[in-house]
């Protein structure tokens, strides 16, 4: 008999909410590169007496996120008391959504490993604060090694919306266009900024193994699962779950059983390291928190919540392919994130060729960015202005290497005009009788060349392009190649 070994994983992604406020006070969200312990108050420090006030902010988003997600939105939930002890959590109990969240019974489709689309439920979406921030005294700033920890609270009690899958993602592949999928979601609907770097979006990972016979598919155990916290981003998440799954399939291939517990990920290492046996949720003794009313989201809230939900960017991207015929990766690429897709259509919109556009952004514009350090809402270079510019090379008016020069010059800040004559390029193009001027000098010039041409000595033409050439650089790559051809052949023969 031989076995298959089939993973079987489920994601917990932690969104931070876009608020200028925390989920129950009225303290800085703010709190990258602010001075430890500073966006606090005795609210978000869980101080006895204090009182937690529900940011409505933190529900309009939430609720705009579970629409885009296709749950069910419910009109009563309710915030429990999550009981444990961590450093970095001061009351020992986190406010969260247990029995009744916010959002129920979604959905969301991703490329599978087949390359067909891919269905993974939502299980949930509930409302959460956030803990504190363990700062290790490390080097590296890593657990591993550290002496001791200082505690930052500044976070505590920023607004989380917590995504829940059901345990339909069966490869690290997959588990990774999923997070891609909710983070670029997140970003679409102005939910949160999605940046798994600062800690925006964050990753739990429950994954397991299942031990199957190849030939008839029956399951034949089904090893305890464990969860990998705190993955911060798309590689971390990918390598952790592929580590695990390796480790997992090599205990049941020996025989051995698995522990049901919390592993860390050390991404220096490239391994998973056991924290503590996992808890089940009669360990948190969840009772509903007695300062916080019920959340009574209206029928006009949600009327009105989903009317305002952006085209999402999976429609986006079948639009931009239909309507404007992109090639399905150029598609993709354009819809990936809304500024790009915003300044792709408007560059559309001021005439520019969808093709020829989406092609200078992919490259040109990208590249300029990542060399300068510019975000696509902070670019230089205005949408109608790279229209402008490709329209001049649709229309034979300017080369694609002097195009090159004037779009470097606009990104310096420059104005079109002066970017066009600092690229020495005429902002009309040459005239029919420009380009006979130059191909007239460049014939005087190159008197030797012509009579080798006119005496039969150059059957293959290489000496007419020659001649091209020198005409093409004289005109700074203004003048279209089969004009110039055309008139040197002409004068070529006339003048014999």
Known sequence: ???????????????????????????????IGAEPNTNVCPVCLGLPGSLPVLNKKAVELGVRAGLALSCTIKNHSVFHRKNYFYPDLPKAYQISQYDLPLAEGGEIFIPGDDGRPRRIRITRLHLEEDAGKLVHSAADGRLEGAAFSFVDYNRGGVPL????????????????????????????????DGDMERGSLR????????????????????????????????RAVERALQYEIRRQTAVLAEGGSLERETRHWNDGEGVTTSMRSKEAADDYRYFPDPDIPPIVVT??????????????????????????????????????????????????????????????????????????????????????????????????????????????????????????????????????????????????????????????????????????????????????????????????KEDR
């Open 203 to 234: 990753v739990d990972a429950n994954v397991s193994v299942k031990k199957t016979d190849e030939a008839t598919g029956e399951v034949l155990c089904w090893g305890e699962r464990t969860e990998i916290k705190n993955m911060n981003s798309l």
């Open 161 to 192: 919306a917590e995504i829940v899958s059901e345990p339909d993602i069966t490869s690290p592949g997959e588990a990774r266009e999923y997070v891609a999928r909710i983070r670029q979601t997140m970003r679409y609907l102005g939910v949160s």
């Open 1 to 31: 008999m031989t076995f298959r070994y089939i993973p079987v994983i489920g994601l917990e992604i932690h969104v931070q909410l876009s608020t200028a406020t925390k989920i129950f006070c009225p303290c800085s969200t703010d709190y």
């Open 299 to 492: 029928e006009e809230l949600l009327e009105s919540t989903r009317n305002a939900l952006p085209e999402l960017p999976w429609t986006k991207e079948g639009r931009f392919a239909e309507k404007y015929g992109l090639p399905e990766t150029d598609a993709a690429f354009m819809a990936e994130s809304l500024p790009v897709a915003l300044y792709f259509e408007e560059c559309v919109k001021s005439g520019a060729s969808p093709l020829r556009a989406a092609n200078w952004i992919r490259t040109e514009v990208f590249r300029v960015m990542n060399e300068k350090g510019f975000s696509m809402d902070s670019f230089p270079v205005k949408p109608s202005a790279l229209a402008e510019l490709v329209s001049l090379v649709d229309g034979g008016k300017l080369s694609t290497t002097v195009a090159r020069e004037v779009f470097a010059r606009l990104a310096e800040g420059r104005s079109f005009k002066d970017a066009l004559e600092a690229a020495g390029a005429s902002p009309g193009g040459l005239s029919s009788e420009d380009v006979e001027k130059m191909v007239e000098r460049v014939l005087r010039a190159n008197g030797d060349v012509v009579e080798e041409i006119r005496s039969g000595r150059d059957p293959k033409g290489k000496k007419i392009k020659f001649l091209a050439g020198l005409v093409m650089r004289e005109a700074r790559g203004q003048a279209d190649v089969a004009a110039i051809s055309g008139i040197l052949e002409r004068r070529l």
